[in-house]
């Protein structure tokens, strides 16, 4: 084989995978994905996409070999085939938000109006996490907290939040946290938070970021 041939062809093959991954929905899903498994109807009504466009891209996304299927019964469920798929996403991600000043300004004046501008660095939660004065709150579905967590996490999913105020101490400090940079409900658990005059921060990062970095991980088996 000629050099230039297998130039061509070793560049078509990695261009055709990431081609699968340039199209927003489709990182969004990856995205999603880091969390876990998940069956199609979950990732269409996260994605607020029907479930004949949901199945399209991840359709795409298994023809390039980023996800897998397991099905079950009537249900199929996808997840990502291999822990550096996530990697390349959060690789990118950082990119982004580094690099593109558009993209700093969009997440800054979206936090901004939820009270969640200054954000807990994973660093800083790391040196915090053994005071008594600090609650880490799970604020992702009971699914995916079930799924994997912080040690020590409570689970309160964003939409049972505001119920479960008159039960959290005013004197503690929280830090909620989600599924990454843009997942907005640690946002809104720091905007319903502060709202009711508590000490609460989002942290940056998410739950996939913990433990890409190695650190300990909690699960709830059935």
């Excluded at 009504?45 to 029907?50: A, G, I, L, P, V």
């Excluded at 466009?53 to 996304?61: G, I, P």
Aim: aromatic share 8%; glycine share 6%.
């Amino acid at each position: 084989m000629e050099k230039r041939i297998f130039k061509d062809k070793a560049y078509s093959m990695l261009a055709t995978m990431i081609k699968a991954m340039a199209n927003s929905h489709r990182l969004e899903i990856v995205d999603l994905l880091g969390q876990g498994e998940k069956a199609v109807e979950e990732i269409a009504n996260e994605t607020s996409m029907s479930i004949a466009n949901t199945s399209q891209h991840l359709q795409v996304l298994k023809a390039a070999n980023l996800v897998e299927i397991r099905r079950e019964g009537n249900f199929i469920y996808y997840k990502l085939g291999h822990e550096e798929i996530y990697q390349s996403w959060q690789m990118l991600r950082e990119l982004g938000l580094k690099h593109m000043a558009e993209m700093e300004k969009l997440v800054n004046d979206f936090r901004e109006k939820r009270n969640s501008l200054e954000a807990l660095k994973m660093d800083d939660l790391l040196k915090r996490i053994k005071s008594k004065n600090v609650v880490i709150l799970d604020v992702r579905p009971e699914t995916e907290f079930k799924n994997g967590h912080i040690p020590g996490a409570i689970n309160i999913p964003v939409e049972g939040l505001a119920t479960r105020l008159k039960k959290l101490p005013k004197n503690k400090e929280y830090v909620a946290y989600c599924r990454g940079p843009f997942c907005v409900f640690a946002d809104e658990a720091v905007q319903i938070l502060t709202q009711k005059g508590f000490n609460a921060k989002r942290l940056g990062e998410g739950f996939p970021d913990w433990k890409m970095k190695g650190l300990p991980v909690e699960i709830i088996e059935e």
